[in-house]
């Protein structure tokens, strides 16, 4: 089964619009990570947590919230959803104990008219 | 500047020919992996690397840490090899494990 899944997988929004994109890990790990894909861009860190209860920006935290209620689930929140934010987002989740090697989910298209 | 720099951005391959993938690094790292994006957009881990070399089956990575680079090398290159390769290295940073992804590396294998 996989250990990272992503919901939903697609959405549309509407400038203006709020914006949450969930994340949840069965693998048990600490660290849980958002990225968003960008052609030419590789992927670039928005937020990641430590653990239950943490938020930390990462690169480019500008415009997004994130929020990790739980060792398994973690939120990324567009508040005021821009069209610049259309992209791909990927979670992921990492083990400190396991040398940081990060495994992800299968993405969520954001489409932000 | 760029980080983490891939090179080449782009290539074609003819199936059962062989090539390598770079990654200079601009920063301190301790650790890279490598992925490879498939044509519906999933990312699978392919290596994790400390300082040293790895292999699975057709591939192999090698990680030195001393001249700031990672290198895959693909062998005998068959056509489900096509897709994105990233590499990523941890930005050695107190108390965390960053990720900086490099571009990436479009490889195309025709029969």
């Known amino acids: 089964e996989a250990a990272v899944t992503q919901s939903p997988r697609n959405k549309v929004a509407v400038t203006g619009g709020k914006v949450t994109l969930s994340c949840n890990q069965t693998?048990?790990?600490?660290?849980m990570y958002w990225y968003r894909q960008d052609t030419g861009h590789g992927l670039r860190l928005i937020h990641y947590?430590?653990?239950?209860?943490?938020?930390e920006k990462g690169d480019i935290p500008d415009g997004y919230k994130a929020s990790r209620p739980s060792q398994e689930n973690f939120s990324l929140i567009l508040e005021l959803a821009t069209p610049s934010q259309t992209s791909v987002y990927f979670c992921?989740?990492?083990?400190?104990?396991?040398?940081?090697?990060?495994?992800f989910g299968p993405g969520t298209r954001l489409t932000v008219l | 500047g760029d980080q983490v720099k891939q090179s080449p951005s782009a290539l074609s391959l003819q199936e059962g020919t062989n090539s390598a993938l770079r990654c200079n690094f601009s920063?301190?790292?301790?650790?890279v992996q490598w992925f490879l994006q498939n044509p519906r957009g999933s990312l699978m881990n392919l290596f994790y690397?400390?300082?040293g070399t790895k292999e699975n089956g057709r591939l192999k990575s090698t990680f030195n840490s001393k001249e700031s680079y990672s290198t895959l090398h693909i062998r005998d290159a068959q056509l489900e090899d096509s897709g994105t390769y990233f590499c990523?290295?941890?930005?050695?940073?107190?108390?965390?494990?960053?990720?900086?992804f490099g571009a990436g590396t479009r490889l195309k294998v025709i029969a």
């Open positions: 992921a989740s990492g083990d400190l104990q396991n040398y940081a090697e990060q495994f």
């Open positions: 693998n048990n790990h600490n660290n």
């Open positions: 947590s430590y653990g239950a209860g943490s938020t």
């Open positions: 920063i301190a790292t301790t650790t």
């Open positions: 690397l400390v300082p």
């Open positions: 990523a290295a941890v930005r050695v940073n107190t108390g965390n494990y960053k990720y900086v």
